[in-house]
């Protein structure tokens, strides 16, 4: 009777341990994704203004992102603010903004048919990725200040990537 009751409470101090360890990975697991705000139409039609995207923020703890991937990133002129925007480049390649194309390595990307293609005004210009950086384009744009004008993106600003879209 006595080795019983000693028992019982050595599992009931087992679980009173157990409890906050649960409860953090329940946190952790909850906390990992999240619905970020579209205020802006960047991403038209793929997003529609106003809509929320469901973001994965740990997608990238085990992969890279790819090309195609919507992503949520710091933007480099404002790091108080979250973008969605499209890879289109991946680190180590030559990117060029021509007026008919997206070109990469020399080749024509084909883009998908959702990315509304309008050329950088300047046209012509080439950005040589570091094995860091990523090249980010709105699906539509002509209404994107995306990296046409920031520049490449690096990987640790790269926040999540977008798993739904919420209209």
């Known amino acids: ?9 050595r599992s009931t101090h087992k679980m009173k341990r157990l409890i906050p360890i649960l409860f953090v990975a329940a946190a952790f697991v909850g906390c990992s994704k999240r619905s970020v705000d579209m205020g802006s139409g960047a991403m038209e039609p ?3 203004r106003g809509s929320k995207c469901i973001v994965d923020f740990h997608a990238y703890t085990s992969t890279a992102p790819g090309r195609f991937d919507i992503v949520v990133f710091r933007p480099p002129q404002d790091r108080n603010v979250l973008f969605c925007f499209r890879i289109v480049g991946l680190p180590g390649e030559t990117i060029q ?3 008919e194309a997206v070109v990469i390595d020399g080749k024509k990307l084909t883009l998908p048919n959702n990315l509304l293609y309008i050329p950088r005004p300047s046209g012509g210009s080439q ?3 570091s094995p860091s950086q990523y090249f980010l384009l709105g699906d539509n744009t002509s209404n994107a200040r995306d990296s046409r004008y920031f520049g490449p993106v690096e990987r640790s600003e790269i926040l999540g990537k977008v ?3 919420e209209p």
């Open 163 to 165: 798993i739904e879209i």
């Open 127 to 129: 950005t040589k990725l």
């Open 97 to 99: 903004i021509t007026q």
């Open 1 to 9: 009777m006595q080795r019983d009751r000693w028992s019982a409470k």
């Open 46 to 48: 793929t997003i529609p």
